[in-house]
Every structure is written in C-alpha cells, then in structure tokens.
C-alpha cells in the first residue's frame, strides 16, 4: 500500500523546505496543502498529473475521505502544512484517523516561523547568562488554552518566548506580560518571516503594542519576547580555549 506523507512546508521562502519533502511533493500523485499559510511555490515543483487539494477549505472528514480513497487508489500523498507540522499543524487528529484506517504514514519536519523568526532578526533563543530555556506558546482563542500555561505565568520564567497566532491581540499579549517582565524588555513582531513582503517591527514592552498597530501587523506573525533579543550575554562554554569538552582539549 501507499503511503502518506505529512510534510513541513517551512515559513514561506520555498527553499526553506527539506530536500526529503521536495523530493516527495516531486513524486506525490496527490497533493492536500494547507493554502492559507503555505507558498503556492512550495508545490510548483510538482508533477504535471497531480491532483492539488487545499486542505483550508476542507473539513477534518473530507481530508481523510481524499486521503483515503487516494491511497486506495494506489496513489502517494503529500500532506503539506506550513511551518513544521507539529506545530499547532493539527496533524494528530489526521494521524489518529490514519490509523484507525490501517493506513501507512509518516511525517517530514520542517522549518517552524519560530526558528525563522529568529533567523531574519539573526538571533539565538538561547544565550548563556540569558535564557537557556525557548516557550512556545499563544494567548487563547477559539482553541483554549489550559489554564496551568495562561501566559501570565509562562512569563514568570522571564524565558525566551515565541507567540504564535496571538498578533491580533497584541495589546493583552502585552498586559499579560507586563505582570513579570519589565518593561523594557526587547520585543520583536515578525510577520510572514522570509516571505518576499515580510515585515519586522522592534521595540520593548512598553511601545511594541503602538508600533505594530502602526504597522498594521494584525496576523501570520511570531511576537518574540525576552532579554535574547537584546546584547548582554555570557561567552559559550562550548568555544571557550579555557574548556575541554569530548572534541577539543583546553589550549594551554
Ligand atoms: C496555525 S499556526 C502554524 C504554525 C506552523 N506550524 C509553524 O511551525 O510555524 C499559524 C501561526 O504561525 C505563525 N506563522 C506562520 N508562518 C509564519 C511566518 N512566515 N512568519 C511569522 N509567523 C508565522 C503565526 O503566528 C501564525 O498565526
């Protein structure tokens, strides 16, 4: 029987796809893509004959149903959905269904927004005496969030911070983490990072929520939170001439 293949399209650059999940969406008879957040791009490389579906008019029940009666059919499938699939890619709820049905599947991962988001602004999450610690998180909508996570107490951790799907609701992403970090706390708003009309915006806690109304950022962006973003950190231990570590002796 033939497979399906759920594949992370990356953030928006179509080169920013894994040269495995090219290769498949290459060779896929079948192509379901979630089209509000995917390149169109990414699937250019497709062949002539395939059929091309776009899963954000589709119901959980319709995917499946294609999905189903294509590999029946003989047929590969490329299942391809922005980001890094599991990332609020809702794919369990597919795979579950997959199994359920005997179907063979597996995932390819890809570049997250997260992680782009910080390679635009040429940043790392997780700088010594900083923060060794990354939070992916979003403020509730209609999908709630629990509330031992509510952003208020993520924020205690004063952690490197990566909030997905929440732009829109900028103003009490800010409110909420007020309530520990101060607020001259660096702050940057990505919206669509690598995508040829992306769009940053920089500031600290205290005139982040300003600029991006000013910039009229209100979706598909990352808000990224903590002192990373800032230049105060401690020297790797890693590429310290002091330190031994398996690879490398201390140099005298
Ligand atoms: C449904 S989630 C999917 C996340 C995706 N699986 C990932 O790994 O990036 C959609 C949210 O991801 C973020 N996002 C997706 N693509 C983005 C991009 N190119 N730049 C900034 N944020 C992006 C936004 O917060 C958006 O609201």
């Avoid at 390149?39 to 395939?50: D, L």
Wanted: aromatic share 6%; proline share 4%; net charge neutral.
């Amino acid at each position: 029987m033939s497979k399906v293949y759920f594949i992370g399209a990356g953030p928006g650059d179509p080169d920013l796809i894994t040269v495995k999940g090219r290769k498949i969406i290459e060779e896929a008879d079948v192509i379901i893509y979630a089209g509000s957040l995917v390149n169109p791009e990414v699937i250019n490389c497709r062949k002539e004959k395939s059929e091309v579906y776009n899963s954000a008019k589709m119901t959980l029940e319709e995917i499946i149903d294609i999905t189903k009666e294509s590999i029946y059919e003989g047929k590969k499938i490329a299942r391809v959905h922005t980001g890094d699939p599991s990332i609020y890619g809702a794919i369990r709820e597919q795979m579950d269904k997959l199994d359920k049905l005997g179907i063979d599947y597996e995932v390819i991962p890809g570049v997250s927004s997260f992680v782009a988001s910080a390679a635009v602004l040429k940043k790392e999450f997780t700088l010594p005496g900083v923060s060794q610690t990354v939070i992916c998180t979003r403020l509730e909508g209609r999908t709630p969030v629990p509330e031992k996570e509510n952003l208020e107490s993520l924020a205690s951790h004063k952690a490197s911070m990566a909030i997905f799907l929440s732009v829109h609701m900028i103003d009490r992403v800010v409110e909420k983490l007020k309530k520990h970090y101060d607020e001259d706390t660096p702050v940057a708003v990505v919206q669509r990072a690598t995508w040829e009309d992306e769009k940053i915006v920089e500031g600290t806690l205290k005139d982040i929520e300003k600029k991006v109304k000013e910039a009229n950022i209100t979706k598909t962006a990352q808000i990224l939170v903590g002192n990373f973003l800032g230049n105060k950190y401690e020297l790797s231990k890693l590429y310290d001439k002091n330190f031994s570590h398996e690879y490398r002796s201390a140099k005298k």
